[in-house]
């Protein structure tokens, strides 16, 4: 829609007669809801109530010590699905329902391609983890300029709803390729399909842990470089305001590869299906609403609390309940998040 | 027979920033009240608490006798205080003829189809412009075409009260003579306005009152064309003296 | 007011028609049934389906094409009266029910007509407070709420003992409907208690398009703000036509218990949701028209995947449907986001008094 833009006031003169005047420095502004101190104080209440209900169900140090490892490993995941929702929705302003899709591409096209390589051996293993990563950007591109490039004047929800339908489409294209059957990528560790466990603070640790600990952290620190030191990195955080158009498609690819990445690294631990980018995706965007949505830190820091947090609540419920966990932080980040959601668009003539 | 709108004490502050400091003033029925001042003055802000955009921080505003201070923005303009912002607020994905019969909202529930289109007919007369251009979406409109749905808009609720804010903002010279012709027609038709301008001397002209707003303090009031005749208000918004040319407001 | 007499002779032909299919097939002159006549793509069964989602998507069509407000978890609010009836009518004993007043043949009415106040209800609530969110941060909140509920359905409400809800297995066993003695059943009677129920749904929405409350939806649409200021009490409104779309979908999915006689949570959870809206957005969102059609459209390129590509690729038939429905979604949202027939009434509503985007605008139109 073409705007009208709203001429210029002109600055009348102050007049000099004298009078009394408020005061010119403002108050002290008044105090409102930020986005770190919900996260923070929700995450510090959880925890404890967390914590006090499994002292109830007898757990010790070492049992919250595993729930404690496990949640920072699927805090890691989430925080390389986060991150890859902040960077599309800063350069667009889409929320990418396809995120999800590339969580799941990356470790089936590395399984495929493993195989294809030979099957075993830490050489083929990484040369197919690569290659997957970079065939899921280079689809993740496609699908930008075949499908979100060309709506891009549409409205914001108008191109949320394709990539739900390109989420949908690539999904059942998993089906039909990959069947419904998990799938196994060999340890990295032990190049096969058992794990090394390790032994820290009292506590077996399957090895892949280190892993996916590392590769989040490598990653993370490799896309803070981008950010800082290149010229690209550097346009693209400009971008929150402006949307350039191959900004747009580098965003996307760049969001995938950290999707994929996340899938592969954690798919030694958890046996990957068609349908494991539904999950993830949806989590990794409710850990990115706990960060405030445009915040890289805060999408880090946010998967990591629901790793955590979810994981405590998996210790203590049945386990069909495990999931409800975060789609009830995403309710009430989204209700609580301060200014920023709320309604109030569609004007014209200012 | 007493004030229609009547402004009592009010001031109003945001986060330690004094916006409008004891603004008292009065509009009697078919009235048409100038409120003039520089940028910043609080005129819009005023409005804003009339209208129930904002609660003032003390004071009342009474209309037709009845206190409206913290009513919603909606119960006032049932009440029939209808305000025309200075971003005027259209339905930009809609057409002319659309945004205009929603601004008989209220009365299309209550009153016969053939009422509401005829004074839909009525404000096509007021802007010719508009019915040539009724099937138009709004937001494809010129700003001065705007400011017509805008106010085609506000008129088709049949407002007790019309409060104006800033209506000339943007408009070329001429549309802006056309424009206040308009707001005399509009007086001579018995509506009741109060008008914040940027456009002093236009203002002045056409109101029976005016106010000068300073700092959210009403500093000077009187008949509309005494006002245009003291010095002081002459040297700081109509740029009549001749030294001072970085003043005056007028026709741009 | 204008365009009354073109939505009575719409609803006329429309009823026409469904008397008619349901006359043929309860009829089979020589023996030919609908199934014959459509290579078996169209049957009784199929057209009961489509009834049923058409009462849905009418509430979902106000609610997304007009209000502008979206529902990615609307299915929550479907399988939130399916398990309501199936409950009730089932496992009666197990709340304390009298066996005299559970085998009445009232009760299972009153039960539908109980659960969708109290789904409308509980929604109008629920809507009060989340509708206040913007766009994309409403789909979230829908989407995740549609998940809670049916994880909540899924879980047996976490008291197993009881087995409300019969955890992923659900309910089977429900009865079906009667009118006294009268049984609304085999599907052909069936038939023509879900679209007679179905058109007046229809009626419903077009009564609300047309009436100040359609301008005042519209309005919101377009900006809240100006909305307010003519007027609309905006976040009531908002509330309301949520309650009303989930009440709708809670009398669906109460006849969808009677019909299937069995509900499991997997029906109403988040792929069905997309369903919806993918059949909201092919019939068109900002029509109430689009409803039916969009509901018929989808089934029917549902039951064309299923039978006929079998032969083409060589897949499971089941295989292909989310594939061809991602990329359909994809390929509406960037060419019609109007919809099909939203498209069609556009055109027509240049002669004045449509409900199609010209007088309101569909979602793709609201790019500002």
Not at chain 1, 7 to 14: F, G, I, K, R
Not at chain 3, 69 to 79: I, P, R
Not at chain 3, 323 to 334: D, K
């Amino acid at each position: 829609m073409r705007s009208v833009a709203e001429p210029a006031t002109t600055e009348l003169p102050a007049r000099t007669v004298p009078g009394p005047r408020g005061p010119a420095a403002r108050a002290p502004a008044a105090r409102r809801l930020s986005s770190r101190g919900v996260l923070g104080t929700a995450s510090a209440v959880l925890l404890l109530v967390f914590w006090a209900l499994g002292r109830r169900l007898g757990y010790g140090l070492s049992e919250y010590l595993q729930l404690l490892v496990d949640g920072t490993v699927t805090g890691s995941v989430y925080a390389l699905v986060a991150v890859g929702f902040v960077v599309v929705y800063r350069v667009t302003g889409v929320i990418n329902f396809a995120q999800g899709a590339f969580v799941m591409l990356g470790p089936m096209l590395a399984i495929t391609f493993f195989r294809t390589l030979g099957g075993s051996g830490g050489l083929a293993l990484a040369a197919a983890a690569a290659a997957a990563v970079l065939a899921t950007a280079l689809v993740a591109t496609a699908v930008h300029r075949l499908t979100l490039h060309p709506a891009r004047a549409a409205s914001a929800l108008t191109r949320i709803i394709i990539t739900v339908g390109v989420y949908i489409s690539i999904q059942g294209m998993g089906l039909i390729v990959w069947g419904p059957r998990p799938y196994a990528l060999p340890a990295f560790t032990t190049l096969q399909m058992a794990d090394r466990l390790v032994t820290v603070g009292g506590i077996a640790v399957q090895a892949q842990t280190f892993w996916i600990w590392g590769t989040a952290a490598f990653t993370l620190a490799l896309l803070a470089l981008f950010f800082e030191r290149t010229v690209v990195g550097k346009a693209m955080r400009a971008c929150a305001v402006n949307r350039v158009d191959r900004m747009a498609t580098l965003a996307f690819g760049l969001a995938a590869v950290l999707g994929a990445v996340g899938g592969i690294v954690l798919s030694p631990a958890t046996r990957p299906t068609y349908d494991m980018g539904l999950e993830l995706g949806l989590k990794g965007f409710v850990a990115a609403i706990m960060g405030g949505l445009v915040s890289f830190p805060g999408a880090v820091v946010g998967a990591l609390v629901l790793g955590v947090l979810e994981s405590l609540w998996a210790g203590i419920t049945l386990s069909g309940f495990k999931d409800i966990f975060a789609f009830v932080m995403l309710i009430i980040f989204l209700l609580v998040r301060p200014q920023g959601f709320l309604a109030g668009k569609g004007e014209v003539g200012h | 027979m007493g004030p229609l709108l009547e402004v009592h004490q009010v001031s109003k502050a945001f986060d330690g920033l004094i916006a409008l400091v004891d603004v008292s003033l009065a509009i009697h029925p078919g009235q048409i009240k100038g409120l003039i001042g520089p940028n910043g003055a609080g005129k819009s802000t005023l409005l804003r608490v009339i209208s129930g955009l904002l609660r003032p921080t003390s004071g009342r505003v009474t209309f037709d006798g009845q206190v409206i201070t913290g009513w919603t923005p909606e119960r006032i303009v049932a009440c029939g205080v209808v305000h025309v912002p200075e971003r005027r607020q259209l339905f930009g994905a809609m057409r002319v003829e659309d945004n205009l019969l929603l601004g008989a909202y209220l009365r299309l529930r209550r009153e016969p189809w053939r009422v509401i289109r005829g004074d839909l007919e009525r404000v096509y007369e007021l802007f010719p412009r508009l019915r040539e251009r009724r099937r138009q979406v709004a937001a494809t409109l010129s700003g001065g075409e705007q400011q017509m749905v805008a106010i085609g808009r506000a008129l088709m609720a049949r407002p007790r009260l019309l409060l104006l804010d800033e209506p000339s903002l943007g408009l070329a010279p001429l549309l802006v003579r056309e424009f206040f012709r308009v707001v005399e027609e509009l007086r001579a038709q018995g509506y009741t306005i109060l008008l914040v301008e940027q456009n002093a001397r236009q203002a002045l002209r056409v109101a029976d009152v005016a106010y000068v707003m300073e700092t959210g303090r009403i500093t000077t009031q009187g008949p509309g064309r005494d006002l245009l005749n003291l010095p002081e208000v002459q040297a700081a918004y109509l740029g009549a003296h001749p030294a001072e040319k970085t003043m005056g407001v007028g026709l741009r | 007011m204008r365009g009354l007499s073109s939505d009575i002779r719409a609803l006329v032909a429309a009823g026409a028609l469904v008397l008619l299919l349901g006359g043929f097939e309860m009829v089979r002159p020589g023996g030919i049934s609908l199934s014959h006549l459509s290579g078996g793509l169209v049957t009784i069964d199929l057209l009961i389906r489509a009834g049923i989602f058409t009462i849905i998507l009418v509430g979902l069509n106000l609610l997304m094409g007009y209000a502008g407000q979206v529902s990615l978890g609307q299915a929550a609010f479907y399988g939130m009266g399916a398990f309501f009836s199936a409950i009730l009518t089932v496992k009666a004993s197990v709340l304390g029910i009298p066996a005299v007043v559970a085998k009445a043949w009232w009760w299972p009415w009153l039960v539908m007509g109980g659960a969708a106040v109290l789904v409308g209800g509980f929604s109008f609530v629920v809507g009060w407070v989340i509708l206040r969110l913007r766009e994309h941060y409403l789909a979230m909140a829908t989407l995740g709420l549609g998940v809670i509920v049916y994880i909540v359905l899924r879980e047996n409400l976490g008291m197993p003992q009881l087995n409300l809800t019969g955890g992923f297995d659900g309910i089977v066993g429900i009865p079906r409907l009667r009118v006294g003695a009268l049984a609304m059943w085999p599907e052909a009677r069936y038939y023509f208690l879900v679209w007679g129920l179905a058109l007046l749904t229809i009626a419903l929405g077009l009564n609300v398009v047309r009436s100040p409350v359609g301008r005042a939806l519209r309005a919101i649409h377009g900006s809240e703000a100006a909305a307010e200021s003519v007027g609309v009490v905006v976040p009531l409104l908002k509330a309301q036509i949520f309650a009303l779309s989930a009440a709708l979908a809670s009398l669906a999915g109460s006849l969808y218990a009677h019909f299937q006689a069995a509900v499991v949570p997997d029906t109403f959870g988040f792929v069905p949701s997309l369903e919806l809206v993918v059949m909201s957005a092919i019939g068109g969102m900002a029509s109430i028209w689009g409803a039916p059609f969009g509901a018929l459209a989808v089934l029917v390129l549902q039951e064309v995947l299923r039978t006929r590509v079998l032969g083409l690729v060589p897949v499971v038939s089941g295989e292909m449907e989310p594939v061809v429905f991602g990329a359909l979604l994809v390929l509406i949202m960037m060419f019609w986001p109007s919809g099909l027939v939203s498209s069609y009434w556009g055109r027509m509503a240049a002669r004045g008094g449509g409900d199609g985007p010209a007088a309101g605008g569909a979602p793709s139109q609201q790019g500002l």
